[in-house]
Structures are given as C-alpha cells and as structure tokens.
T-cell receptor, first 111, second 114 residues
Framework: GNSVTQMEGPVTLSEEAFLTINCTYT??????LFWYVQYPGEGLQLLLK?????DKGSNKGFEATYRKETTSFHLEKGSVQVSDSAVYFC??????????FGAGTTVTVRA | DAGVIQSPRHEVTEMGQEVTLRCKPI?????LFWYRQTMMRGLELLIY????????DSGMPEDRFSAKMPNASFSTLKIQPSEPRDSAVYFC????????????FGQGTRLTVV
C-alpha cells in the first residue's frame, strides 16, 4: 500500500549545523510529496512540497527534491537555527486527497 | 481567511461524558479531515468529508466516535461516552481538491479524559 517512512528521532543539533531528515515512500502512481512542520503547541504547517519527479521544493532555507528513482524526498537545511526546533513530518498525497504522514521527526537545535 | 478554526483549544472531561469538538474549515475548501495525534500512534486520519459527505471513516476507532458536517462551514467530532484512552490532540484540516494541494490544519483541540 501507500506509505511514508521517515528517519526516527529525536535529532539534536547545534546552531548552524547541517540538518538532513530522510524520507522514503511507497506509492502507486505518482503522488505529490510534502514536508510539514509542527512547532510546540501548534498545528501542522506546510513547509514545502513537490508534485512531480525531480521537482525541488524550498522554503525558509529548507529544501527537498522528489527522487522517483530512489522513492525519496529527504529534507535538508544547511544552517539550522534554534527557531527550527520542531517536529517534521513527511507526507504524500495519494490522489484520493488523503495525506499519508510519516511518524514525525523531532528536531532540537541548541544555541 | 482566518484559517481553520477549532474549538475548544483544550477540553478536560470525566470518563463517560460526551465530548464535542468543533471545526470551521477554510471557506471554499472541498475537503475536511479529522486527525488524532498521540505519542504512541502518531498522526492518524479518523474520517474525511468531500462536499460535506463522509467519504472514508475507516479510521474512526469505535462506534463511540461520530462525525458530522451539516454544511460547508462547520463540522463536529463527537465522542460518547469518552474514555481515558481517547486523550489526544485532535486536528481538523481542510483542502481544495487536487493531487497537488496541501491540507491546512487548525491548531488542534487537546482532549484530556480523566
């Protein structure tokens, strides 16, 4: 079936470190892929998305490239800040308009 | 638009009581989703509606849970009777139709059943 697997956390980094969160998916057809971010006490917000193979989504210094050959959509940021501390969710839209979410990765950035 | 609005933000109730969670989706959105988030199970889709019609309720855990969408601007999720294991954060989200569209989430209702 359709599913998303993302790296388990928690991840703890120092400010200005490089962040990678791995995400792989299993899906029939050609899903759209998303990264959502959840800050403490808040709902999920869209961080970026990509809707076809080789598309790169980017926002707030974060990037992810839709790799169909490896069925991956890894999230990266070159220099994290304390304000990036949050839970990050990878998700896919299967075409039936339901989002399938990964388990979430908790990221903590220390000053 | 103010985004997806959920109420209440926090709810504490006693076991056995009825709980009703409310959601106002973004105007013009065709789809409405109810999710539950717990530490143990992560984010689970409970039910979703398209144009006010329930499409898939396979995620509703038990008959104690029910959801309605009487019109395009309002939905409720009801738990009757509530149990301590229902304690979680419940999110409502809405979206437009289409493969490429994202869901917009409300801030959630934190439910505690004691």
């Amino acid at each position: 079936g359709n599913s998303v697997t993302q790296m388990e956390g928690p991840v703890t980094l120092s400010e200005e470190a490089f962040l990678t969160i791995n995400c792989t998916y299993t899906a029939t057809g050609y899903p759209s892929l998303f990264w959502y971010v959840q800050y403490p006490g808040e709902g999920l917000q869209l961080l970026l998305k990509a809707t076809k193979a080789d598309d790169k989504g980017s926002n707030k210094g974060f990037e992810a490239t839709y790799r169909k050959e490896t069925t991956s959509f890894h999230l990266e940021k070159g220099s994290v800040q304390v304000s990036d501390s949050a839970v990050y969710f990878c998700a896919l839209n299967r075409g039936d308009y339901k989002l399938s979410f990964g388990a979430g990765t908790t990221v903590t950035v220390r000053a | 638009d103010a985004g997806v609005i959920q109420s209440p933000r926090h709810e504490v109730t006693e076991m056995g009581q009825e709980v009703t969670l409310r959601c106002k989706p973004i105007s013009g959105h065709d789809y409405l989703f109810w999710y539950r988030q717990t530490m143990m199970r992560g984010l689970e889709l409970l039910i979703y509606f398209n144009n006010n019609v329930p499409i898939d309720d396979s995620g509703m855990p038990e008959d104690r849970f029910s959801a309605k969408m009487p019109n395009a601007s309002f939905s409720t999720l009801k738990i009757q009777p509530s149990e301590p294991r229902d304690s979680a954060v419940y999110f409502c989200a809405s979206s437009l139709a289409g493969w490429e569209t994202e869901a917009f989430f409300g801030q959630g209702t934190r439910l505690t059943v004691v």
